[in-house]
C-alpha cells in the first residue's frame, strides 16, 4: 500500500450516514480529507499532496501543470497525475476488495464475484494509455472564443500519461460466462453517490458498449509499476484507452453486463454535446476523446529577446497516431514544422521541441498545431457545446519577449 492513513472518524460516520450500502459493501475505511502534512494547497477529498509547483486545485479536482511537464519524461509520474472526483476518494483496502458482475448479460444471471487475490492470478497485460477529462481545455472555449460552458475550468492539464498493468475486461468478462447476445456493460464505482443541484445521482457509472469492452479495456491494479495510488483508483479502476476520462471507471465495484442498452447520467445528461450545433436532445453519449497540443511553457511566461529558447510541448489524438506538430511564434501567420521526440503511436502522445530566437521585445502569442495520421489537424475554432467538452482547437499561448 503506498499510504496508511490513520482513518479520520469524523469523515466515516458521516460517510456511513451518507450511503448506508457502503459498509455492506465492505472495504470503505474512509474519504480521507486531503493529506495532513501536505505543503501546499488541498481539495477536498484528494488523499496526496498537490504542490502548487504541480497542481492547481479546481474544487474536488487537482489539474495537473501542463508547463511543468517540461521536466517529466513520457510518462507521468503518479504524484504529478491530474485527479477528477465527482465526491471524494475512498481510501479502500485490497484485501477487503470484491468486484460483482451481474446482469442479463451473463449465462447463468446469478452474480459473479471477483477478489483482488483472483483478478492477480488472471494473466496480466500492461500498456501505456493517456487518461484525459472530457472537458480538458475546457476554458479555453470562454478565454479563446467567448463563449460560456458550464463545469470545471481545466486549461490543458487534465491528461497524463501512464503505463497500467492489470487484466484485460474481455478476460474477466467470459470468465464470468458472457452471452452471446450481451451488448453493454456499465461498470460502477464504489466512491460515494454523486448529488449534484439536491439530487442524488447514485454511484459513478457509464455504459460501456461490447464491443469497446472486449477491444481494448483493462482492469488496472498498477500505474507506473506501482500499486494504483488512492486518487486514481485503488485498489481497481478500469483503463479504456483512448476513450474520454469518465469512461476509466475508478474504485471499480461491480459491472452489469446486459443484452439491451444501457443508459446513466453520465450518458444521458453529461459527456454529450448539447446546444445549437448539436441534434435537439443532444448528440450520441461521447467515446473518443480529440487531439491537442501544448507549450511546456507558463502562460504569459517571459522570454529573453535575441537568444535561442527551446520551445517544447506535447501533441496527442485519440483517433490515430500523431502524424506532424507545426508551430507558430507569430500569432498563426507563419507555421514551421516542430522535431518530434517519441515515435508515434495510438492511445499515447509525443514530446515535442521547436528553436526560436524571437527579435523584437513585446507580446507574441505561440502557437501550436497537431496534424494525425487520420488526417485530422486542430482547427482554429472548436464547435461550442454547452459543457464544454473536447476541445480541441489551436491554443493560443501568449509570451512576452523583454
Ligand atoms: N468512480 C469514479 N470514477 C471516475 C471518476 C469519479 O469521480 N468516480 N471520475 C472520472 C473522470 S470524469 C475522469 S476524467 C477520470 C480521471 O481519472 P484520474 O482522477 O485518475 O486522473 O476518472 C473517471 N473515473
Ligand atoms: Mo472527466
Not at 517529466?72 to 468486484?99: E, I, K, M, Q
Amino acid at each position: 500500500m503506498p499510504y496508511s492513513p490513520v482513518p479520520a472518524r469524523r469523515s466515516l460516520l458521516k460517510l456511513l450516514a451518507a450511503s448506508p450500502a457502503v459498509s455492506a459493501l465492505g472495504g470503505i475505511a474512509t474519504a480521507a480529507p486531503a493529506h495532513a502534512a501536505a505543503a501546499g494547497p488541498t481539495a477536498p477529498g484528494i488523499v496526496k499532496a498537490l504542490p502548487a509547483e504541480h497542481f492547481t486545485v479546481r474544487g474536488t479536482n487537482a489539474e495537473a501543470r501542463f508547463d511543468a511537464f517540461a521536466d517529466t519524461g513520457y510518462l507521468t509520474p503518479a504524484d504529478r497525475f491530474f485527479v477528477r472526483n465527482h465526491t471524494s476518494t475512498p481510501v479502500l483496502d485490497a484485501r477487503d476488495w470484491r468486484l460483482t458482475l451481474w446482469g442479463d448479460g451473463l449465462h447463468g444471471r446469478r452474480p459473479v464475484h471477483l477478489t483482488y487475490g483472483q483478478l492477480r492470478d488472471l494473466p496480466s497485460v500492461t500498456r501505456t494509455a493517456l487518461i484525459e477529462c472530457a472537458g480538458n481545455g475546457r476554458s479555453f472555449y470562454t478565454g479563446q472564443q467567448g463563449e460560456a460552458v458550464s463545469g470545471t475550468a481545466w486549461t490543458l492539464g487534465a491528461v497524463g500519461a501512464a503505463r497500467w498493468r492489470g487484466v484485460r475486461l474481455a478476460d474477466v468478462l467470459r470468465r464470468a460466462g458472457l452471452a452471446r447476445d450481451a451488448v453493454a456493460v456499465q461498470p460502477r464505482g464504489l466512491d460515494a453517490p454523486y448529488v449534484s443541484g439536491g439530487v442524488d445521482h447514485g454511484r459513478v457509472r457509464r455504459p460501456l458498449p461490447i464491443a469497446k469492452a472486449l477491444d481494448d479495456v483493462i482492469l488496472a491494479y498498477e500505474m507506473n509499476g506501482e500499486p494504483l495510488p488512492y486518487d486514481h483508483g485503488h485498489p481497481v479502476r478500469l483503463v479504456v484507452p483512448s476513450w474520454i476520462g469518465i469512461a476509466s471507471v475508478k474504485w471499480l465495484g461491480d459491472i452489469e453486463v446486459s443484452t439491451r442498452p444501457l443508459a446513466s447520467p453520465w450518458s444521458t445528461d453529461w459527456y454529450r454535446l448539447f446546444g445549437e450545433a448539436h441534434p435537439e436532445g443532444g448528440s450520441a453519449p461521447l467515446g473518443r476523446q480529440v487531439l491537442k497540443s501544448g507549450y511546456q511553457l507558463p502562460s504569459g511566461a517571459t522570454l529573453e529577446a535575441g537568444r535561442v529558447h527551446r520551445l517544447t510541448g506535447r501533441a496527442w489524438s485519440a483517433l490515430a497516431p500523431v502524424r506532424k506538430v507545426e508551430v507558430s511564434t507569430d500569432g498563426g501567420a507563419h507555421w514551421r514544422p516542430a522535431q518530434l521526440h517519441d515515435a508515434p503511436r495510438r492511445d499515447g502522445w509525443v514530446r515535442w521541441s521547436a528553436p526560436w530566437r524571437p527579435h523584437r521585445a513585446g507580446r507574441v502569442t505561440l502557437l501550436s498545431r497537431t496534424t494525425d495520421a487520420a488526417g485530422n489537424t486542430q482547427p482554429e475554432r472548436a464547435v461550442h457545446n454547452t459543457q464544454g467538452y473536447l476541445f480541441g482547437a489551436v491554443v493560443r499561448h501568449p509570451v512576452t519577449v523583454a
